[in-house]
């Protein structure tokens, strides 16, 4: 297994190995981050308790010194516990990914505060957004607010229900050491709050990434396209709409055809891929990352 794992070359934030894409058959159940200083191992089902810590072992051995810890979390348990394997006990990192810095938290939630497989996605806002007015749907941690604002990004309006995950993306941008006033919080329901978002724009880069299923909240299917009829008041002329999609049960044909019927003033630029080691035996079970452009 381990001849499969891409190897950081520094400390830069990371995916080793992508399990769930299929690549490899008889690894599905797994996959293995580097949060450098430490190294967590998600299980997607149940494994051999001398497997697991040979594995831990073997990863601790060759990341060498760098890794201070490895830990395992449980995502077929419930409420996904981790659990301490080697090394010590890290609840909180600050890692690097393309030069920035983001706050992770282990051992609390499922997600640990920064989606790896949006590397790509973050670089292109990075690459685009100077001098641009951006309004980042369902921020979470705000990663896409702290690869703008580092592009030159005019102001960034982050908006999602929960105010924690807010709280994040307030540090992730102190840790980068951000102008603080061109960043908006806005912990509203985003479908409750089109009016105060139309006063803040018109903008320029529009992102969407929304979950694919948050009880009580979103539903995929029947609210992206309510972001869709959205997009013609809230985008400039030419400006642009970063939508993404990571459920393995919608391709790509949800967001063209829908956006066909809801947003057809809007014309499809490109498909942003993700990274080699995110790479999917069955892409559209993968994340989809689509840009279009208003007129």
Request: one cysteine or more; a neutral charge; aromatic letters at 10%.
């Amino acid at each position: 297994m381990l001849q499969h794992f891409q190897w950081p070359a520094g400390h830069e934030l990371t995916r080793l190995f992508h399990g769930r894409g299929a690549q490899f058959l008889d690894y599905r159940f797994i996959n293995v981050d580097w949060l450098s200083p430490a190294a967590l191992i998600i299980l997607y089902s149940e494994v051999e308790r001398d497997w697991l810590l040979e594995l831990a072992t073997a990863v601790k051995a060759r990341l060498g010194d760098d890794c201070q810890s490895v830990q395992v979390q449980y995502r077929n348990r419930h409420m996904a516990p981790y659990e301490l394997l080697l090394g010590e006990q890290l609840d909180e990192v600050i890692a690097q990914e393309a030069g920035l810095k983001y706050q992770l938290r282990l051992g609390r939630n499922q997600n640990y505060g920064l989606f790896l497989d949006m590397a790509n996605g973050r670089e292109w806002v990075a690459q685009h957004a100077n001098n641009a007015n951006v309004l980042n749907l369902f921020a979470y941690t705000c990663g896409f607010s702290v690869a703008a604002v580092a592009g030159g990004a005019r102001q960034v309006v982050n908006v999602d229900m929960s105010k924690s995950s807010l709280g994040t993306g307030r540090d992730n941008h102190r840790l980068n050491q951000h102008d603080m006033t061109k960043v908006k919080f806005l912990g509203h329901d985003i479908f409750k709050s089109w009016g105060k978002l139309k006063k803040l724009g018109p903008y320029d880069l529009l992102i969407a990434d929304p979950p694919s299923l948050q009880k009580g909240s979103v539903n995929i299917v029947r609210d992206y396209p309510k972001i869709m009829r959205r997009l013609s008041e809230l985008v400039s002329a030419q400006g642009h709409a970063l939508l993404c999609l990571n459920s393995p049960d919608l391709d790509v044909a949800f967001i063209t055809q829908a956006m066909a019927e809801h947003a057809p003033d809007f014309s499809f630029v490109q498909q942003l891929q993700p990274s080699d080691i995110f790479i999917n035996r069955e892409p559209d079970k993968g994340l989809k990352v689509l840009l279009y452009r208003h007129g």
